[in-house]
Protein backbone atom coordinates (compact mmCIF):
# COMPACT_ATOMS: atom_id res chain seq x y z
CA UNK A 1 0.00 0.00 0.00
CA UNK A 2 1.44 3.53 -0.81
CA UNK A 3 1.98 5.46 2.21
CA UNK A 4 2.63 9.49 1.29
CA UNK A 5 4.97 11.51 3.95
CA UNK A 6 4.51 15.43 3.62
CA UNK A 7 7.17 17.45 5.56
CA UNK A 8 8.68 20.79 5.53
CA UNK A 9 5.95 23.13 6.99
CA UNK A 10 6.67 25.10 9.76
CA UNK A 11 6.12 28.76 11.10
CA UNK A 12 7.12 31.51 8.36
CA UNK A 13 6.75 34.80 8.56
CA UNK A 14 4.63 37.06 5.68
CA UNK A 15 6.43 37.00 2.58
CA UNK A 16 8.50 34.54 4.00
CA UNK A 17 9.45 30.84 1.41
CA UNK A 18 8.85 27.78 2.32
CA UNK A 19 9.84 24.16 0.71
CA UNK A 20 7.25 21.46 1.26
CA UNK A 21 8.44 17.84 0.09
CA UNK A 22 6.22 14.63 -0.52
CA UNK A 23 7.84 11.03 -0.48
CA UNK A 24 5.92 8.34 -1.20
CA UNK A 25 6.45 4.52 -0.64
CA UNK A 26 5.65 1.18 -0.57
CA UNK A 27 5.17 0.44 -4.20
CA UNK A 28 7.99 -1.21 -6.41
CA UNK A 29 7.06 1.43 -9.84
CA UNK A 30 7.42 4.70 -9.93
CA UNK A 31 4.66 6.71 -8.14
CA UNK A 32 3.09 9.31 -10.19
CA UNK A 33 2.30 11.84 -8.17
CA UNK A 34 1.02 15.12 -9.57
CA UNK A 35 -0.66 17.58 -6.74
CA UNK A 36 -0.65 19.74 -4.12
CA UNK A 37 -3.99 20.04 -1.92
CA UNK A 38 -4.20 22.27 0.97
CA UNK A 39 -6.64 22.06 4.04
CA UNK A 40 -7.24 25.84 5.72
CA UNK A 41 -9.23 25.25 9.03
CA UNK A 42 -13.20 25.20 8.98
CA UNK A 43 -12.76 24.86 4.69
CA UNK A 44 -12.71 22.05 2.06
CA UNK A 45 -9.56 20.91 1.03
CA UNK A 46 -8.68 22.14 -2.15
CA UNK A 47 -6.16 21.74 -5.27
CA UNK A 48 -3.38 23.92 -4.84
CA UNK A 49 -1.30 22.53 -8.09
CA UNK A 50 -1.83 19.98 -10.74
CA UNK A 51 0.69 18.58 -13.09
CA UNK A 52 -1.36 18.00 -16.02
CA UNK A 53 -1.46 14.47 -18.28
CA UNK A 54 0.45 17.02 -21.12
CA UNK A 55 2.82 18.10 -18.79
CA UNK A 56 1.84 21.57 -17.54
CA UNK A 57 1.32 22.42 -14.06
CA UNK A 58 -1.61 24.56 -13.24
CA UNK A 59 -1.91 26.15 -10.07
CA UNK A 60 -5.10 27.86 -8.02
CA UNK A 61 -5.17 31.34 -9.13
CA UNK A 62 -4.54 32.48 -5.02
CA UNK A 63 -1.17 30.67 -5.49
CA UNK A 64 -0.41 31.61 -8.82
CA UNK A 65 3.43 33.47 -9.40
CA UNK A 66 3.76 32.17 -5.96
CA UNK A 67 4.12 28.27 -5.50
CA UNK A 68 5.96 26.23 -8.09
CA UNK A 69 5.88 21.88 -7.75
CA UNK A 70 8.26 19.82 -8.96
CA UNK A 71 9.36 16.43 -9.00
CA UNK A 72 12.05 13.80 -8.55
CA UNK A 73 10.62 10.65 -9.89
CA UNK A 74 13.56 8.57 -8.77
CA UNK A 75 13.01 9.18 -5.58
CA UNK A 76 8.73 9.02 -6.28
CA UNK A 77 8.87 12.84 -4.62
CA UNK A 78 7.00 15.64 -5.25
CA UNK A 79 7.89 19.51 -3.62
CA UNK A 80 6.40 22.62 -3.41
CA UNK A 81 8.50 25.78 -3.80
CA UNK A 82 6.65 28.46 -1.70
CA UNK A 83 7.32 32.06 -2.09
CA UNK A 84 6.12 35.42 -0.96
CA UNK A 85 3.49 33.11 1.46
CA UNK A 86 0.68 35.11 2.66
CA UNK A 87 -1.40 34.54 6.34
CA UNK A 88 -4.53 33.18 4.01
CA UNK A 89 -1.41 30.13 2.79
CA UNK A 90 -2.02 29.05 6.26
CA UNK A 91 -3.60 25.20 5.63
CA UNK A 92 -2.47 21.72 5.96
CA UNK A 93 -0.33 20.80 3.27
CA UNK A 94 -1.01 17.64 1.70
CA UNK A 95 0.55 15.43 -1.80
CA UNK A 96 -1.69 12.98 -3.72
CA UNK A 97 -2.69 12.20 -7.20
CA UNK A 98 -6.59 13.05 -8.75
CA UNK A 99 -8.89 10.26 -10.13
CA UNK A 100 -12.03 9.61 -11.21
CA UNK A 101 -13.48 9.19 -8.13
CA UNK A 102 -11.17 12.03 -5.57
CA UNK A 103 -7.73 10.51 -5.37
CA UNK A 104 -5.53 7.89 -5.84
CA UNK A 105 -3.74 7.26 -2.45
CA UNK A 106 -4.57 7.71 1.26
CA UNK A 107 -4.04 10.97 2.55
CA UNK A 108 -0.79 11.23 4.34
CA UNK A 109 -0.89 13.14 7.50
CA UNK A 110 0.18 16.49 5.81
CA UNK A 111 2.28 18.77 6.92
CA UNK A 112 0.97 22.51 8.99
CA UNK A 113 1.97 25.58 7.60
CA UNK A 114 1.23 28.67 9.58
CA UNK A 115 2.05 32.32 7.76
CA UNK A 116 1.99 35.03 11.09
CA UNK A 117 4.13 37.77 11.95
Known amino acids: QVQLVESGGGLVQPGGSLRLSCAASGSGFTINLRAWYRQAPGKERELVALKTSGGTTNYADSVKGRFTMSRDNAKNTVYLQMNSLKPEDTAVYYC???????????WGQGTQVTVSS
Open 96 to 106: NSPSATGVRFR
